[in-house]
């Protein structure tokens, strides 16, 4: 059985092979890592062999109503003290015996028939246990490839600060050879720009980390020796694009859409069969048997000299009395209904919680990024009119480095809150059951 995912909104249609050692890309973008990681996640791989694994479990479940055909042989060697002579054949010290032996159930009180049931509940639940697992790993990649923006967006903020004040050192050390200045503001400038070098040097290493993090989650594993030190050029932005949702609209969207939901329902039905099975133990078997048999002969030990024939009958159990055996499973199988139930219960509370959480955080991260994008139109200006004070004599240096720190800050916090956004409306797709760009079908 194989089970093929078919991409809907991913751009990037060339799959690469599970375990395959590949290099590292020239230009990578989301919509790549997100193929890659359908593809290669580990998360995602073993869900599948989840689903292969209830495919044969409900093959053996299947052979309780099949016929089952067996060959038996016995062959038994006697001690010459236990031969008894006959008046009419010499003592014979074996015997043997070899049968083709059919046996079909006719009747198991209806057991086979819900167990069948159950098997085919449980394997539709595993397939949405495999669309919940790739939903949690789209999300995760698309953080990891977020996080991996952002941070090479806030080496981008370091170097243009070191840019500032680099230039700041410069402009200093023209003021001291003028006169200007003293040697004092040329030390300072001196002093932020090496204090400055430690950020730079942190966000350069974040900026790995991340990668390292965002290859995790796609299940890279295989590198060439000369690769080892290459990094791909990430191919997006960490830009701002609001968006509403309703929140009664987007609650009654996940109860419907969430796959844990339809799995833990599955759950629920398979339960019920449970149920019947184990009351099917109160009911009687009947199986239908026939053999065909070769005999040792009385007169000789030679196979041509057997007794051949077949044999053909009907065989019944029913377990009247078990010491109440079948009462205490049918109890079990009823409190495992109950607890599914009751999963079901609490995993729809917690979605419903799950989206609630998802708009909050939303809502949260569009209201920073609207007040981040109006400082740092805020901050620049003051930079500016600082950088005129100080050049017409009206202003001190200090008032150019903190503005220049200011405006560091609100870059980075603006990073932040669009970095945040993008995870929270990640998050929201996720927690709406419609991150799962694909569709999985049955081949």
Do not use: C
């Not at 093959?59 to 002579?85: C, F, H, I, K, Q």
């Not at 014979?92 to 009180?109: E, I, P």
């Not at 009907?314 to 607890?339: F, H, M, N, P, Y």
């Amino acid at each position: 059985m194989k089970w093929i995912l078919k991409i809907a909104v991913i751009l990037f249609v060339g799959s690469l092979p599970a375990q395959t050692p590949v290099a590292i890309p020239e230009t990578l973008d989301l919509p790549t890592a997100l193929s890659y990681a359908l593809e290669n996640n580990f998360a995602i791989r073993q869900a599948q062999q989840r689903i292969k694994e209830q495919d044969g479990l409900i093959v053996e479940v299947r052979s309780r109503a099949l016929p089952n055909v067996s060959v038996n042989a016995s062959y038994t060697e006697l001690d010459s003290g236990l031969s008894e002579p006959s008046q009419f054949f010499s003592p014979t010290n074996n015997d043997w015996r070899v049968s083709l032996d059919v046996k079909q159930a006719l009747y198991t009180g209806g057991g086979v028939r819900a167990a069948l049931r159950a098997q085919d509940y449980l394997k539709q639940s595993v397939i949405f246990d495999l669309k919940a697992t790739i939903s949690q790993a789209v999300f995760l990649v698309s953080a990891g490839f977020y996080d991996v923006l952002l941070a090479r967006e806030k080496i981008s903020v370091q170097e243009k600060n070191i840019q500032l004040l680099e230039d700041q050192l410069q402009d200093s050390n023209n003021r001291f050879e003028a006169g200007a200045v003293s040697q004092f503001e040329v030390l300072r400038s001196e002093v932020e720009l090496a204090n400055a070098q430690p950020e730079l040097i942190r966000a350069r290493n974040g900026f790995k980390i991340a990668i390292e993090e965002l290859r995790q989650l796609l299940g890279f594993s295989g590198v060439y020796i000369d690769d080892l030190d290459k990094v791909p050029t990430f191919v997006g932005t960490l830009d701002f694009e609001p968006n509403s949702v309703n929140l009664m609209t987007a609650i009654e969207t996940a109860k419907t859409n969430r796959p844990e939901l339809q799995q833990l329902e599955l759950i629920s039905s398979a339960r019920e069969e449970g149920v019947m099975i184990e009351r099917a133990g109160k009911r009687p078997s009947v199986d239908l048997v026939g053999s065909y048999q070769f005999n040792k002969s009385i007169s000789s030990s030679s196979f041509n000299d057997s007794r051949d024939g077949w044999t053909l009958g009907v065989q019944s159990s029913w377990d009247i009395w078990d010491g109440k055996a079948t009462d205490g499973r049918v109890q079990q199988a009823q409190a495992q209904l109950e607890q599914a139930r009751l999963d079901l219960g609490e995993a729809t509370l917690a979605i419903e919680v799950d989206v609630r959480r998802s708009m909050h955080d939303l809502r949260q991260a569009a209201e920073l990024s609207n007040a981040a994008e109006k400082v740092i139109e805020q901050a620049e200006e003051s930079l500016r009119l600082a950088n005129e004070l100080y050049s017409a004599g009206q202003g001190t240096q200090l008032d150019v480095l903190q503005s220049q720190v200011a405006l560091t800050e609100s870059r980075l916090n603006q990073l932040e809150a669009f970095h945040s956004y993008k995870i929270a409306q990640a998050a929201l797709s996720r927690s709406l059951g419609n991150a799962i760009p694909y569709e999985v079908t049955e081949q």
